[in-house]
């Protein structure tokens, strides 16, 4: 095997500068979707997925993007992982032999490029249930990433598969089962462990315990956490649940309709949120000997006030401390020093 192949070290993984250089720079990003209608599906619109978002994500840390389902948040992962293109915007990813000349995936024109970046971005996906070929066994689900960037011999190759399920959790003796053999938790240990396998520089952990139970997330969200740590890697986690971040993010951001409403430190946000919007996910955030979460502030009867597309803010018809200039106009992310910034005129 090369020096360039080696699968426990894949492009030095475990020695990772941990600085404050960046990994992911996203600047102005838009994914709109086309609406069709009529016979022929003429376009009759466009939906505003993402709707310019910027932010960068620091090299070792754990960057979070919170928000309601339709926000935007998977998109905007899916966009970063070159799943999906962008309709405007830029992201430059410093990966692997890109580290110092930050690179788009449309600079990646030949498929040996795009495939050497792919092999530093990974995912762990949302449905464990859904995510693995239920007719690949564990041997061949943990062996399939290996195999496809050529690493190491048939014997390296089952050696880091066992150290794999070790660095998850999982016993040798589930290598011959099959997804179906396995509980929700375990499938996703699975999961984890196959977007391991490439030593990844960079993660994306999309929702990766909100389809299971509440006595398993915790397991899950720590493994996570202690990967992550032990190899120094960069993560974007996705999620809607503000729990669930605050226990393994370095820093937030609050997303609603395509924007980022707010962002900065973990604990700048729960300590201080800076707007409306995340003062209201904080309130649905269920405590220990609480009573059911308090109803959702929101102006009565106002659901379909104007805002957003319109020109005013998004969450405008949802807003407790709305003013007829909310309404008019789109507030800009502004730095509100300290590395906080959030979008909001009533401050």
Known sequence: MNKGDDINNADGINNLNSGDDICIDIKDLKVHFPVRGGLVGKISGWTKAVDGVSFRVMR??????????????????????????PTGGSIHLSLGDYKDKPVTWADMRSAANRKKL???????????????????????????????????????????????????????????????????????????????????????ADEPVSALDVSIQAQIINLLQDLQQR????????????????????????????RIMEMGANEQIFASPAHPYTELLLRSVPTVGSAAAPRRQEVDGDRDAPGGDLGGCAFYPRCPRRSERCRQETPPLEDLGGNRLAACFCR
């Open 60 to 85: 070792g840390e754990v960057f979070a993007v919170v928000g309601e389902s339709g926000c935007g948040k998977t998109t905007t992962a899916q966009a970063v992982m070159g799943l999906i293109p």
């Open 118 to 204: 792919r092999r530093q971005m990974q995912i762990v996906f949302q449905d464990p249930y859904s995510s693995l070929n239920p007719r690949m066994s564990v041997r061949t689900i943990l062996e399939e990433p290996l195999i496809i960037h050529k690493l190491g011999s048939k014997k390296e190759r089952e050696a880091r598969i066992a150290e794999l399920l070790d660095q998850v959790g999982l016993s040798p003796a589930y290598l011959d089962r099959y997804p179906h053999e396995f509980s929700g938790g375990q499938r996703q240990r699975v999961g984890i462990a196959r977007a391991l396998a490439t030593s990844p520089e960079f993660v994306v």
């Open 231 to 258: 190899y120094r890697q960069t993560m974007l986690f996705i999620s809607h649940d503000l729990a669930v971040v605050r226990h393994i993010a370095n820093r937030i951001a609050v997303m609603y309709q395509g």
